[in-house]
């Protein structure tokens, strides 16, 4: 990456950091994906019951095929027949892999869900949840981080699944009402009561959707 990116990014994440201690979250920055899927390891004790969300982040930095290969349980979605079961057991996981459709400068995450596993994991259920954030995600206020989320990750993700939505043709938000929409649900996580629960791994990368 570009060396004065990399300054810029550096300075950023450290208000996206310091925004996320405000509001009980943990925030850490890695300089690559090597580094972000060392400090992703640290936070996941030997034993512990992993799964995730569709985070591709986790992907990209080889998190999901560190976890598979590793000691730990991975409550794998695809290998299921009931998917629903799958779900459940994930919510009771000590770990739960995700991402951000977009974060804030000051710390707040946007997430937006079609069946909302995601995002009922993220605000309800799994111990610990870990999220990897490329820099690129990074968005000035709660206003452009939905606006990112809702004309970036979305139309994204339904070209990915083979959706037929508006977006999906037209690369932009029409705030549809199709059967296929995946903007069913929205989440906000501007604060965390719970100390040590979650914990935002910003990577110097362009990451995700």
Known sequence: ????????????????????ESRNMAGYYAQNKEEALKKALELIPKGSSVTMGGAMSAHEIGLVDAVKAGDYK???RDAY?????????????DI??????????????????????????IAQ???????????????DDVDSAMKRARNVAAPINAQRFGLSTPCSKT??????????????????????????????I?????LGF
């Open 125 to 139: 259920g799994p111990k610990k949840v870990i999220f990897i954030v490329g820099m690129n995600k990074v968005c």
């Open 202 to 206: 910003l990577v110097n990368d362009n």
């Open 74 to 76: 991975f409550i794998d």
């Open 96 to 121: 739960f892999l995700s991402s951000a459709n977009a974060i804030t400068q000051d710390g707040v995450m946007i997430n937006i869900d079609g069946n909302s596993n995601r995002v009922s994991a």
């Open 81 to 93: 027949e009931d998917k629903r079961q799958a779900m459940l057991d994930g919510y009771d996981a």
């Open 1 to 20: 990456m570009n060396e004065n990116i990399t300054k810029r990014n550096e300075k950023l994440a450290k208000c996206v950091i310091k925004g996320l």
């Open 171 to 200: 690369g932009e938000c029409l705030d549809c009402k199709s059967p296929d929409t995946i903007c069913c649900q929205f989440l906000i996580t501007r604060y965390s009561r719970h100390e040590g629960r979650i914990h935002v």
